[in-house]
């Protein structure tokens, strides 16, 4: 399985970006994805995940600001920016779970994109 995100780039406080993941070698149907971030001297921490069912969750830091969607379809997952914050700068990642929900191990993760944002 291979996790390919983009979107990522340099963007002034304000500013909306959305980042997308497109997965090959699975379907990613019937497994929760999510997106994880990495700022700077930090841990990765979780953004936001997505059951195989589409309910979602997004952690209280992003909370109005950010959007996880999917597009089985397309085996591709996204997340919508907006009101970015310096903050909010990170190397993002994307990742499949091993079962329907997020409360399952990561099973795949990608390579990560950078998101910078400027004051």
């Known amino acids: 399985v291979q996790l390919q995100a983009s979107g990522g780039g340099l963007m002034q406080a304000g500013g909306s970006l959305t980042l997308s993941c497109a997965a090959s070698?699975?379907?990613?149907?019937?497994?929760?994805m999510g997106w994880f971030r990495r700022p700077p001297g930090k841990e990765r921490e979780l953004v936001a995940a997505?059951?195989?069912?589409?309910?979602?969750d997004i952690v209280d830091s992003v909370e109005g600001r950010f959007t996880i969607s999917r597009d089985n379809a397309k085996n591709t997952i996204y997340l919508q920016m907006s009101l970015l914050k310096p903050e909010d700068t990170a190397i993002y990642y994307c990742a499949i779970y091993s079962g329907h929900s997020y409360n399952r191990r990561v099973a795949y993760w990608g390579q990560g994109t950078l998101v910078t944002v400027s004051s």
């Open positions: 070698g699975r379907t990613t149907i019937s497994y929760a």
């Open positions: 997505i059951t195989s069912g589409g309910t979602s």
